[in-house]
Nanobody, 113 residues
Framework: EVQLVESGGGLVQPGGSLTLSCRAS????????MSWYRQTPGAGLEWVGT???????TYADSVKGQVTISRDNDKNTLHLQLVSLKTADTAIYYC???????RGQGTQVTVSS
């Protein structure tokens, strides 16, 4: 059974930083491209970025320069580093090994002063 467990969210002030993590199990992590998505209330799922099996990363234009995705295949873990956070970045962040259909429970990031 595929399991994805996101963590690391919280309340942060505008301009602050956070690093989110996603612990994966139930599949061969190193063989999958992994992605981060986010969702705000009333909005659809927004793709944030993807890291390929060869560690090539692509990011949404809306977050380019603000996020860094990395993976640790030895620990089956995916990370999302967020910097220069804005109130518009407030969302639930999910990791996924597909188009977002398979994802964990998410971790809430709230950017507020």
């Amino acid at each position: 059974e595929v399991q994805l467990v996101e963590s690391g969210g919280g309340l942060v002030q505008p301009g602050g930083s956070l690093t989110l993590s996603c612990r994966a199990s139930g599949f061969t992590f190193e063989n999958y491209a992994m992605s981060w998505y986010r969702q705000t209330p009333g909005a659809g799922l927004e793709w944030v970025g993807t890291t390929s099996t060869s560690n090539r990363t692509t990011y949404a234009d809306s977050v380019k320069g603000q996020v860094t995705i990395s993976r640790d295949n030895d620990k089956n873990t995916l990370h999302l580093q967020l910097v220069s956070l804005k109130t518009a970045d407030t969302a639930i962040y999910y990791c996924s090994n597909d188009d977002g259909t398979t994802r964990g429970q998410g971790t809430q990031v709230t950017v507020s002063s």
